[in-house]
């Protein structure tokens, strides 16, 4: 089956960098993305890998390593607003499905 | 450019009343979602048009579940008779196409069933 798992939660300071990892299990992965969810809000989209390497946005970036199957979401000069969840989600062939993790919670601090 | 739009926004019903969701997409994409979302959980994937056609419903509980997609534009996701279970937020996103790597997320319809 296809599986992803990530934190539940993380808290950081706000101007510090935080690491949002994501490991998953998948047969035909094609792609990873970052999805921001503020409460009550809708997902939205941060960034994407297809290949291997570092995709940077800003101050979020992205890593993966298809190898490892593995990824991170990198966020720089934390501000107040990033206090949101976080969804990795893995595309898989077998019908281009996108399957989402349970999401991190991150929390910001002054 | 408009984004995904849903409504209604909020919904509560009674268990075993009907309830219908819509949504228009964005012009363009081909590829429609419905994602069920549980508090504190990650979006599931309940459908997936390609146009017109359900290319994906395995997750989705056809006893009283059942979608739409007129034209392959609007849809329109339904559930007779609700359940208390049901209650959650329904997402509907869209993409240009099938693997795209960028899905567009609605604000979604959150249910309630008392």
């Known amino acids: 089956g296809q599986s992803l798992e990530q934190p539940s939660e993380v808290t950081a300071v706000e101007g510090a960098i935080v690491q949002i990892n994501c490991t998953y299990q998948?047969?035909?992965?094609?792609?990873l993305s970052w999805y921001q969810q503020h409460d009550g809000g809708a997902p939205t989209f941060l960034s994407y890998?297809?290949?291997?390497g570092l995709e940077e946005t800003g101050r979020f970036s992205s890593f993966l390593s298809r190898s490892d199957s593995y990824g991170y979401l990198l966020l720089q000069e934390l501000q107040m607003k990033d206090s949101a969840s976080y969804f990795c989600a893995v595309g898989y062939t077998g019908g281009f499905k996108t399957i989402f993790g349970a999401g991190t919670r991150l929390f910001v601090k002054a | 450019e408009a984004g995904v739009v849903q409504s209604p926004r909020y919904k509560i019903i009674e268990k075993k009343q009907p309830v219908a969701f819509w949504c228009n997409p964005i012009s363009g994409h081909n590829t429609l979602y419905w994602y069920l979302q549980n508090l504190g959980q990650g979006p599931e994937l309940l459908i997936r048009y390609e146009n017109e056609e359900a290319v994906d419903d395995s997750q989705l509980p056809k006893d009283r579940f059942s979608a739409e997609r007129l034209k392959g534009v609007d849809s329109t996701l339904k559930i007779q008779p609700a359940e208390l279970g049901d209650s959650a937020v329904y997402l509907c996103?869209?993409?240009?196409?099938?693997?795209?790597?960028?899905?567009?997320f609605g604000e979604g319809s959150r249910l309630t069933v008392l």
């Open positions: 996103a869209s993409s240009l196409a099938a693997g795209a790597g960028e899905l567009f």
């Open positions: 998948t047969s035909g992965f094609y792609g």
């Open positions: 890998n297809a290949l291997d």
